[in-house]
């Protein structure tokens, strides 16, 4: 089974780790036979933590764990602290793939996705 | 003439806000008839500012200005900051329909370009 981890920042703001929760819970709706298991991690200051979000997905059955950081540019957290996290539970868990998605920004369709906004203005 | 100004946080971080004006310029590449002009601006830490950038889309000749906040999450910056700069110019400029679209956390469209980076892991 195929699990889609989205990986947000996490924030002070409830409000803002929030909104990652309901937009996970849109990409599950949305996500048809492509993942069996839709759900969220955060990298700080909110639960659950990138490590925990991977283990749910592996309990949950995943031998396959796309993670999807939910950030804008490639820094530090994107370059270094997801992919840090990501290689100690693969390397506890070697039966299962865990790969990493491009970020947001560099996701394909991006340009479209931003022009369709502003034309719909 | 209808102008799409694409509005980032600014980063200290230099590669980030050149991510943010290559971006800019696949947009302006992708924009077709739709916009005669497509810039970025930024609302602190790096150049130029938010009335800097609606001032130059006016100085090129728009009569119609698009913002379009590069933003995951509705917070105060979405919604105070940038409504706060951009009255201020529509105040300036009462002849200019200045707008601002959703946000990108809030773009119609999200989940599926999220689930399609996913899926083509």
């Known amino acids: ?7 947000a920042h996490g924030s002070r703001r409830t409000a803002s780790n929030e909104e990652v929760r309901a937009l ?18 955060f990298l700080e200051l909110a639960e659950p933590s990138i ?28 370059a270094e602290d997801i992919p840090a996290e990501v290689r100690i539970k693969q390397e506890q868990h070697p039966r299962v793939q865990i790969q990493i998605a491009p970020y947001l920004g560099a996701a394909s369709g991006i340009e479209t996705l931003l022009l369709d906004a502003a034309r719909e203005e």
Chains 1, 2 share one sequence.
Not at 52 to 76: H, K, M, N, T, W
């Open 1 to 7: 089974m195929k699990a889609l981890l989205l990986v």
């Open 24 to 41: 996970t819970r849109r990409l599950e709706g949305q996500a048809g036979d492509s993942f069996g298991q839709v759900a969220c991690a």
């Open 51 to 78: 490590p925990d979000g991977i283990e749910a997905c592996i309990d949950a059955g995943a031998d396959q764990v796309i993670v999807v950081p939910y950030f804008l540019s490639a820094g530090r957290h994107v």
